[in-house]
Structure formats: structure tokens, C-alpha cells
Nanobody
Framework: QVQLVESGGGLVQTGGSLRLSCAAS????????MAWYRQAPGKQRELVAT???????HYAASVKGRFTISRDNAENKVILQMNSLKPEDTGVHYC???????????WGQGTQVTVSS
């Protein structure tokens, strides 16, 4: 059974930094695309950043230049370094593993990020 466990969330002031980590188990990690999503209260889940199996990152416009996604295939981890945090970054952040074919998605349980103004 695939397991994704996120960590690193918390409460931080505007302008601060947090580092989220997602550890995957029971999966051929290197063959999957990885992503971070977030969901603010009362809003839909939105994509924050992705990194494909070749290590190429892509970011939502709202976080570009502030967040960095990376992956460590040896340790089966994906990291989201979040700098210059804003109150609008507040929400539950979810780790996602995506298999392109046949299509399949796995999700972590989420970790809360709260940015105070």
C-alpha cells in the first residue's frame, strides 16, 4: 500500500519560511511525477508546484520566485521550500504522487500551513 507522509507545516509570520517534506513508501518513487497542492478554507484545492520524473519543476504563478520544489529519489522524498510567505499561502498542503499511465494519483493526509499577518 502506497503511503505518503507530510511534515513541516506550522504557524509562521508574514515573510517567514517553512520547509515541507513528503516521504513516500511502497512505490517506485523515481518513476512518478510529484506535486504539492493546497486548500484554503472554503476554497478548492489548487496546484502549488510540480516536479516530473526528470526533475523539471513547474510553479503556480502565485508562488513562483518564492517556493522551490525538489525531490530526492534515493530517500523517496519531495521537498517544498517556502520563502517570503504571505497570509494567502495559508491552507492545508497536500503531497501528490501522479502516475501518467495508467493514470493514478496518491495523496498524503495534509499538513497545515498558517501565515499570520
Amino acid at each position: 500500500q502506497v503511503q505518503l507522509v507530510e511534515s513541516g507545516g506550522g504557524l509562521v509570520q508574514t515573510g517567514g519560511s517553512l520547509r515541507l517534506s513528503c516521504a513516500a513508501s511502497n512505490i517506485d518513487f523515481s518513476a512518478y511525477d510529484m506535486a504539492w497542492y493546497r486548500q484554503a478554507p472554503g476554497k478548492q484545492r489548487e496546484l502549488v508546484a510540480t516536479i516530473d520524473d526528470g526533475g523539471s519543476p513547474h510553479y503556480a504563478a502565485s508562488v513562483k520566485g518564492r517556493f522551490t520544489i525538489s525531490r530526492d529519489n534515493a530517500e523517496n522524498k519531495v521537498i517544498l521550500q517556502m520563502n517570503s510567505l504571505k497570509p494567502e499561502d495559508t491552507g492545508v498542503h497536500y503531497c501528490n504522487v501522479h502516475r501518467r499511465w495508467p493514470p493514478r494519483d496518491y495523496w498524503g493526509q495534509g499538513t497545515q500551513v498558517t501565515v499570520s499577518s
